[in-house]
Structure formats: structure tokens, C-alpha cells
């Protein structure tokens, strides 16, 4: 009997379901045989006969001469070369293959490398890149916007997760890991292994871009009771707050520092909006709200108003 994981080389015959079914129970009516003996007869497992039988796999060629021949008559079929599988399965694993790394000196990689440093991650077990955001006040920015950024740097299908308050952004391959491991990203929880921002991306012209990415994805905008608006980014880790007022310092930007996380205020926080910008409708549009002298929207009137006004933001879901 063929071992467990050895393969059947040899041409094969694609039987229709109804095909298949009528092959092998005219066999097993006129030989009299049971699933197993059936399976005995070509030295395969009952499984794999039942799989032919049920036109889950295809058939080779000598097992489906061999029923015909019992059978006595013809069925028009398709008949595959010996190694149709493998030169199948080479074309599918050369397109999973092509992927593009962006280069350190792309804006577009410097925003996504701040909305890593902010709700994003490099999974250890699986090597995946993963950014998380709220389900409804963060979709048009996840889905429209961010999706959209990630296949373009990488040229790889991003997959979406949703659950009621959350949802994620999923990029695998096999190689982000080490490639964002050479950026100073390391896979893994960021308290354990603090992330190093490239030196690169202090560049003014860059640093704005990875303030904006962390702002959109762990800040916002915020109603003050003295300045009526600031501007609040968590950052919880030290070692990586300590980076993040030093990209702020490049850009000329003093904030308030708390344990978790900066502050800007009144005409700082304008400035911020005006000089550093937001690709999140969340943000933008509080920011509107105070600008137009109003109140800056609470999370539940924001989500009200993302809601009704999604067709003025980016395609969405």
C-alpha cells in the first residue's frame, strides 16, 4: 500500500461528480467489493478511493482504465499529464511568491512605520504584519486608506478581521519579519523589544510622516477645558516616548509628557494639524468641528457622523 505522504505520479483522468459516482459503483457492483478491497486492489487507504470515487481528486489513469475495463464502456473525459499537480501547484507558489520591499527613503513607508509604532505589530509566531483599530470610528481609515497603502508598498493581498469593537489588518509572508527586523522593528511585543526608528526617518520631511501614522492609529483629538482642543498620542514605553519627542523636536514641536503618552495644546495643537496633517476622517473631521468654533465631537457622536458622511471619505469597505 502507498505510504503516508508518497505520491501517486502518473497521468489523471478529471471525472464530473456524477461521473465519478457511476465509474466506481458499477466496479464495486459488478466485483463485488467492498470500499476496502477496492482500496486493497489499487494499494491505496479506503480514503483516497472514496475521494475518486466522490470526484474530490482526480483519478489516475491506470485505476480508471482498470474500472472501464469492468465496466465495459467509454465516458469522455479529460486526461492530465503525470506531473500536473506539481507544474499547477509551481504557478501558484511563484505568484505567492512576488512581493516588493518598499525602500526607507518612501513617505509611504514612513507612515505606515508610524501607524506600526502605534496600534501595530510584527506577530512572532507568524511572521505577519498586523495593524488594529476600532471597527467603527477607525474603518474608513483601516479599510480605505491603510489596506490600500500596505498594497502598494508590498504587492500582497491584505486580509481584514473583524469583531464587534475591533478590526485588523493582517499582511503575511515570509519575509516581512527579517525585513523589518534590518528597519529596527522587531517582532514580538514592542515593552520587550523596543522598536529603534531608523535614522533615516528623522529626516523632517520623513518624521512628519511617522508622526502622522502614530497619531492616526494610537492619538487624536481631544476637547480641553481650557484650550476647547488637544492633541493626545499614547505612548506607553519609554524608551520609544523618548524617540517619538525627539522626532517632534526635529520638527521644532515642544509637548507636554505624561506616563502615558505626549500633549499638544490650543495654538501647538493647531499648528500640529496644520504642519503634520491626519489621513484619519476621525481626526480631520474633530478637528473641523473646532475650528468652526463648535465643540470637538464626543466617540459616539463621531462614529454618528463617520457613519452617515462615509461617502465623502476614501472608498471604504
Not at 98 to 119: C, I, K, N, Q, W
Request: glycine letters at 8%.
Amino acid at each position: 500500500m502507498r505510504k503516508r505522504g508518497e505520491y501517486i505520479r502518473t497521468t489523471r483522468v478529471v471525472l464530473s461528480k456524477k461521473q465519478a459516482q457511476l465509474l466506481f459503483f458499477r466496479a464495486r457492483t459488478d466485483l463485488n467489493l467492498s470500499w476496502r478491497a477496492l482500496a486493497e486492489r489499487f494499494g491505496v487507504s479506503v480514503c483516497t478511493v472514496r475521494s475518486w470515487a466522490s470526484a474530490r481528486t482526480t483519478t489516475p489513469e491506470y485505476v480508471y482504465d482498470d474500472l472501464i475495463g469492468v465496466n465495459q464502456s467509454t465516458m469522455a473525459v479529460q486526461v492530465l499529464g503525470a506531473c500536473w499537480g506539481q507544474r499547477k501547484g509551481g504557478r501558484v507558489m511563484a505568484q505567492r511568491r512576488t512581493v516588493s520591499f518598499p525602500d526607507l527613503h518612501d513617505p509611504r513607508f514612513a507612515e505606515l512605520y508610524g501607524a506600526l509604532l502605534g496600534d501595530g505589530c510584527i506577530e512572532k509566531h507568524t511572521g505577519s504584519l498586523v495593524i488594529t483599530g476600532n471597527a467603527r470610528s477607525d474603518v474608513w481609515y483601516m479599510e480605505g486608506y491603510l489596506k490600500l497603502l500596505l498594497t502598494e508598498l508590498f504587492s500582497l493581498p491584505v486580509h481584514v478581521y473583524r469583531s464587534k469593537n475591533t478590526l485588523r489588518l493582517k499582511l503575511t509572508h515570509k519575509k516581512i519579519q527579517s525585513y523589518f527586523a534590518d528597519t529596527g522593528y522587531f517582532a514580538g511585543k514592542k515593552q520587550v523589544d523596543v522598536p529603534v526608528i531608523p535614522r533615516i526617518l528623522f529626516r523632517p520631511q520623513l518624521a512628519r510622516l511617522v508622526i502622522r501614522g502614530l497619531f492616526d492609529t494610537d492619538g487624536g483629538v481631544y476637547p480641553h477645558p481650557h484650550s476647547r482642543m488637544m492633541i493626545d498620542i499614547t505612548c506607553k514605553i519609554p524608551a520609544l516616548r523618548k524617540q517619538l519627542i525627539e522626532l517632534l523636536h526635529v520638527l521644532d514641536y515642544s509637548s507636554g509628557t505624561t506616563h502615558t503618552g505626549i500633549q499638544l495644546y490650543g495654538r501647538k495643537a493647531e499648528a500640529f494639524i496644520r504642519d503634520i496633517g491626519s489621513s484619519n476622517p476621525r481626526n480631520i473631521h474633530r478637528y473641523l468641528c473646532y475650528r468652526q468654533d463648535g465643540p470637538v465631537p464626543s466617540a459616539k457622536e463621531m462614529e454618528r457622523y463617520l457613519i452617515d458622511n462615509a461617502c465623502h471619505f476614501y472608498p471604504g469597505p
